[in-house]
């Protein structure tokens, strides 16, 4: 396996930096979209892991994340057009991934904040990707979002787009580690292993709080997902823990689920972990998980391409 840092140059001048893992002889690969106040570098074992299964991996930090940040860049996507920029950059990386691995299928992996970057880049580039993968999504829950967007507003008017407001921290991942109390740490919502969660607590590129101007541009974004739009045949694919806060413990996601195969595309499926939390990657049956999302892969031939009801 190779493993060789990346970066390529946005239109307006900022640096998209990653890194590329390749097996000797890929049969596919797959583009990593990771999730919000996190980085790429999380899932350097993921990675590597694929690579040892014939699969190449392209990752990258989304604006406002990993270690090329300044402090006052981190968790701000743009001053203007934050979401069409981070979908852009997205593509970028899959027109490199597809210019390094031509003829080879590839494969989308979105996970949260990510997974939802994704379903924009193939609503806006259908024919960019062979297959995509969701983790730890949920629904577009119109109303919900409207609220959310409304009340971020007003804070991005009165304090300004690089605010960073505890209002919105309460809202979002405060509110999501209620659901285990009593709480050992902050973070108890991502994982039932302590080890990960620790290291997440530990790492300093980690649970920063995002600017009102990054929440605004995430909540227009999402608003804008429409799978109605997407390509009818794709292959979709979407998995999460039961208990995950983020999909409403299984509940938003099933709904997205079902909105995706009522808009007319023709292979979706879904697994729900049991017990399972918001980050499945980093979950106590993580080997299990890392083995469903190599079945969903199209160079499983194992693996049957047909619509599985939840």
């Known amino acids: 396996m190779n493993k060789l ?9 900022h640096i998209v930096s990653g890194t590329v893992f390749s097996p000797g002889h890929p049969r596919a690969v797959l583009v990593i979209s990771h999730g919000m106040a996190e980085h790429a570098g999380r899932y350097a074992g993921f990675a590597e892991w694929l690579c040892h299964h014939g699969i190449a991996v392209v990752s990258f930090d989304h604006r406002g994340h990993g270690p090329t940040c300044t402090p006052e860049q981190l968790g701000h996507y743009s001053d203007q057009n934050g979401w069409p920029k981070v979908v852009e950059d997205l593509h970028q990386i899959i027109r490199f991934a597809r210019d390094q691995y ?22 806006r580039h259908g024919d960019a990707v062979d297959t995509l993968i ?11 979002l409207l609220a959310s967007g409304f009340l971020i507003g007003l804070i991005r008017l009165f304090r300004g787009r690089r605010h960073r407001s505890a209002t919105i921290a309460r809202m979002t991942f405060g509110k999501f580690n209620k659901q285990f109390r009593p709480n050992r740490t902050d973070c108890d919502w991502l994982s039932r292993d302590p080890e990960q969660v620790d290291k997440y607590l530990a790492d300093p590129l980690c649970g920063f709080e995002c600017t009102t101007g990054l929440w605004h541009d995430f909540v227009e974004g999402m608003l804008s997902i429409n799978p109605a739009l997407w390509r009818k045949d794709l292959p979709v694919h979407l998995f999460a823990g039961t208990e995950d806060p983020v999909g409403e413990m299984g509940q938003g996601i099933r709904h997205h689920f079902q909105a995706i195969r009522e808009a007319g595309v023709e292979t979706v499926t879904l697994r729900l972990f049991e017990g399972g939390r918001h980050e499945m990657l980093n979950e106590t049956n993580s080997g299990e998980v890392w083995q469903h999302i190599l079945q969903c892969t199209p160079v499983n031939t194992r693996y049957s391409e047909a619509s599985v009801p939840a």
Do not use: E, W, Y
Request: hydrophobic share 40%.
């Open 5 to 13: 840092p990346l970066k390529l140059n946005a239109a307006d001048g």
């Open 102 to 123: 031509p003829g080879k299928p590839l494969i989308l992996f979105g996970h949260s904040m990510g997974s939802f970057i994704a379903q924009s880049c193939v609503q």
């Open 134 to 144: 969701l983790s730890a999504t949920n629904r577009i829950h119109r109303p919900g």
